[in-house]
C-alpha cells in the first residue's frame, strides 16, 4: 500500500523524550542522599553494581540509609559492614545460592546493634510497595497472622482489622511502602527510561511506582525507542518514574540475568565461586574488610571491577546461560547407582514419595517448594507425576511457573530452569494469586530450621538471639496454602517444644517429613504414621529410637508402618539434580554402605 501523503506527520520517532543517560556515579551521587530509603529492586537480575557504587560514595560515613529489599544477599552484605544502613526492611537476609544459611556480617550487625531488622515475608513486603504504587492507606494479606512477624509489626504498618464485608471476619492489612530512590538493574531501556525488566519478574513495578524520588535504572544494554515498541509487552516501569538510565552491563554480578527476548542482550548465570569467596570473606570483620577493600573501594567503578573479573570469567558466565548448556554437564555427568545412601537422600525420596501420594490423591494443580531438599524433593516428584500422566505444575516464589527443572544444577532459580518455565511471571502472582487465591489448588513444601509440635516453623532467630536467614516466601506458602509439607532433620533442637520466634504457623501443615520419621497431623493429635530406614526395623526400637531425638511427645498410629527402602532408581535420578552433592552430601548410612 502506497504511503499517504499526510502520514508523515505522524511518523514514529525512533527515540522519544528527554534522555536520563547518566555515568551510574553521578546517577548515585546526583539522587542517592544520606538518611534516605533505597529499595534494591527484585528480579531475576539484582542491583549489585549499583549498590557497590553506593558503598565506594558512603564509605567512612554514616548515612543512616533505610534499605527495603526482599533479600539482601552476597555482596550486598558490604553495605552493613561499612555501616551505612541504619534499619533494613527485609523478607530474607543471609545467602541463597545455592543454598539458604546465614551471613556472619549481618549476624555480626544485627548482634552488635548497628542495624535495626524489620522482618517481613515476601509477597507482604511486595504488597506493601503495591499500596504504596495504587495510592493505598492500606491493602489486606493473608499472610503473617499467627507469627511473631505480625507481633512485632502490629501497630504500626500490620493491623488485623474486621473485614467490612463479612466474607473472612478479621483480615490482616499492610501499610503503603514509598522508598525514596529505586535501584534496578535490568535488561534494557531507552534513553528516555522505559524499562524492560529481567525475567522472572520479582517484585514487577511495585517498587518502582511507588518511588518519590525515581528509579535509577542501570540496563544491559540502552535501546531505541523503536526497539522498546517492539517489545512493549515486556516493558514493566514507564519513562517518567525513571530518574536516570545507566548503562551497565553485567551490573547483576555475582548473580545473573535473564533476558526474555531483547536483542543483542546476552543473559548470564550466577558465578558460583564469586559467591562463595565473599560468603567466607565475611566470616570476619578483618577478611571481609579486606574483601571490599579489594573488590569495592579498591575498584574506582564497575568497568575496573569488570576489568579485574577479566574477560574469559565473563565469557564463560554468558555461555552457561545458553539454553543447551545443561547438556554438557549431563553428558559428562556419570550414572551414580550406588545402591547405599544417606541421610539427607533417605528424606528426600521419602519426601518425594509423599508429595506424590498427597497430589495424586488431593488433586493439586502446582507445587512450590522451597530452597534445598524441599525443591530437590518436589522436582524428584513432579518429574515422575508427569511421566505417569498428571499435569500438576511446578511454580517458585519469585514468579516461576510450569518449569521442568534441568539436571546438574540444585539451585531453585537456576537460569537453566528458566528457559523451560511455561509463564515467567512475578511474586504477586505466584504467592499472591496461585498460592493465596481460590483458583489454584497448591502444595507448599518448605523446610525450616526449627519446628514445634503445632507445627509452626522458625527460620528468623536462633535460640541465642543469632539471626538465620528470616521468612522469605515461607511465610506466605505456609499461611496461604492449601496443604503444606515440612521437611527437617531428625534432631532435638530442631523439632522442639517451643520457638524462640514464629516465622510461619503451622495450621496448613499436613505432614513433617524428617530423616527418621514421618509425623501427621490426624484428628488434631500429633502422629508418628511411618519410620524410616535407620530408625529400627521394628515399631518398638523405632519409637524409642525417634524419641531420643525429637522433644514431641506424639502418640504411635494404629497403621504405623516401616518407609521401604529407597530404590537404585529413584536414587539414580535424585542424585542427577545434585551431582556435585550441594544437598545431597552426607555419609552413607544404607545397606551396603561399609
Not at 545455592?98 to 522482618?119: H, L, S
Not at 517481613?120 to 495510592?135: I, K, P
Not at 538465620?468 to 499461611?479: E, F, H, P, R, T
Not at 551431582?579 to 561399609?594: A, C, Y
Request: aromatic share 8%; charged share 20%.
Amino acid at each position: 500500500m502506497a504511503e499517504h501523503p499526510r502520514a508523515e506527520q505522524f511518523a514514529l520517532r525512533s527515540n522519544e523524550g528527554t534522555s536520563k543517560v547518566m555515568d551510574l556515579a553521578a546517577a548515585v551521587s546526583t539522587f542517592v542522599k544520606p538518611g534516605c530509603t533505597i529499595h534494591v529492586a527484585y528480579s531475576d537480575a539484582r542491583p549489585n553494581a549499583a549498590l557497590m557504587e553506593v558503598a565506594r560514595q558512603f564509605a567512612g560515613t554514616k548515612p543512616d540509609f533505610t534499605l527495603v529489599t526482599s533479600g539482601l544477599v552476597s555482596v550486598q552484605h558490604s553495605l552493613l559492614q561499612l555501616n551505612l544502613v541504619g534499619t533494613l526492611l527485609a523478607s530474607f537476609a543471609g545467602e541463597n545460592y545455592p543454598m539458604a544459611r546465614p551471613n556472619r556480617a549481618f549476624q555480626r550487625a544485627v548482634r552488635d546493634g548497628r542495624v535495626r531488622v524489620e522482618n517481613w515475608s515476601l509477597w507482604t513486603l511486595v504488597a506493601r510497595l503495591m499500596a504504596g504504587a495504587l495510592g493505598l492507606s492500606h491493602i489486606p494479606v493473608g499472610s503473617l497472622r499467627d507469627s511473631s512477624m505480625a507481633r512485632d509489626l502490629y501497630g504500626t504498618s500490620y493491623e488485623e482489622i474486621e473485614d467490612p464485608f463479612g466474607i473472612q471476619g478479621k483480615t490482616g492489612v499492610v501499610a503503603p511502602l514509598r522508598p525514596d530512590v529505586v535501584l534496578m538493574q535490568t535488561v534494557a531501556a531507552d534513553a528516555a527510561g522505559n524499562v524492560i525488566m529481567a525475567a522472572p519478574y520479582g517484585e514487577s513495578m511495585w517498587g518502582s511506582l511507588a518511588s518519590k524520588t525515581g528509579v535509577i535504572a542501570c540496563v544491559e544494554r540502552i535501546i531505541s525507542t523503536e526497539e522498546v515498541r517492539a517489545h512493549n509487552v515486556m516493558v514493566r516501569v514507564p519513562a517518567h518514574k525513571v530518574v536516570a538510565v545507566c548503562e551497565v552491563p553485567f551490573g547483576s554480578h555475582p548473580y545473573g540475568m535473564y533476558n526474555p527476548g531483547i536483542p543483542n542482550v546476552e543473559s548470564y548465570v550466577p558465578d558460583g565461586p564469586f559467591m562463595a569467596e565473599v560468603l567466607a570473606a565475611s566470616n570476619s570483620d578483618e577478611s571481609f574488610d579486606d574483601w571490599i577493600s579489594e573488590w569495592i573501594l579498591g575498584c574506582r567503578s564497575h568497568e575496573e571491577y569488570l576489568e579485574r573479573l577479566g574477560t574469559p570469567r565473563l565469557t564463560a558466565l554468558r555461555r552457561g546461560a545458553d539454553p543447551d548448556a545443561w547438556l554438557a554437564d549431563f553428558e559428562l555427568a556419570e550414572v551414580d547407582d550406588d545402591p547405599s545412601w544417606n541421610e539427607n537422600e533417605l528424606m528426600v525420596v521419602v519426601t518425594a514419595r509423599l508429595i506424590k501420594e498427597r497430589v495424586a490423591s488431593a488433586g493439586f494443580d502446582a507445587v512450590l517448594a522451597g530452597v534445598g531438599l524441599a525443591n530437590l524433593s518436589a522436582w524428584h516428584a513432579v518429574r515422575q507425576l508427569k511421566a505417569e500422566g498428571n499435569d500438576v505444575e511446578l511454580m517458585a516464589e519469585i514468579g516461576m511457573f510450569g518449569y521442568d527443572p534441568r539436571p546438574g544444577e540444585p539451585f531453585i532459580f537456576a537460569n537453566r530452569n528458566l528457559h523451560t518455565s511455561k509463564w515467567l511471571t512475578d511474586v504477586s502472582v505466584v504467592l499472591g494469586a496461585l498460592v493465596g487465591g481460590p483458583g489454584t489448588r497448591s502444595l507448599g513444601v518448605i523446610g525450616a530450621a526449627q519446628i514445634d509440635s503445632d507445627f509452626n516453623t522458625n527460620s528468623t532467630y536462633a535460640e541465642d538471639g543469632s539471626f538465620l536467614v528470616g521468612s522469605g516466601g515461607a511465610n506466605d506458602i505456609m499461611s496461604r496454602a492449601d496443604e503444606v509439607l515440612v521437611t527437617i532433620n531428625l534432631d532435638r533442637s530442631r523439632l522442639v517444644n517451643a520457638l524462640p520466634y514464629v516465622t510461619c504457623p503451622g495450621d496448613r501443615v499436613r505432614t513433617v517429613v524428617t530423616s527418621g520419621a514421618v509425623f501427621e497431623r490426624r484428628d488434631g493429635a500429633l502422629v508418628l504414621s511411618r519410620f524410616l530406614p535407620g530408625a529400627g526395623e521394628d515399631v518398638e526400637s523405632a519409637v524409642e529410637w525417634i524419641r531420643e531425638r525429637c522433644m514431641w511427645d506424639f502418640t504411635v498410629a494404629h497403621d504405623v508402618k516401616r518407609e521401604a527402602d529407597p530404590t537404585v532408581e529413584e536414587l539414580s535420578a535424585l542424585r542427577l539434580f545434585d551431582p556435585e552433592r550441594t544437598f545431597l552430601r552426607g555419609q552413607k548410612i544404607g545397606p551396603n554402605s561399609n
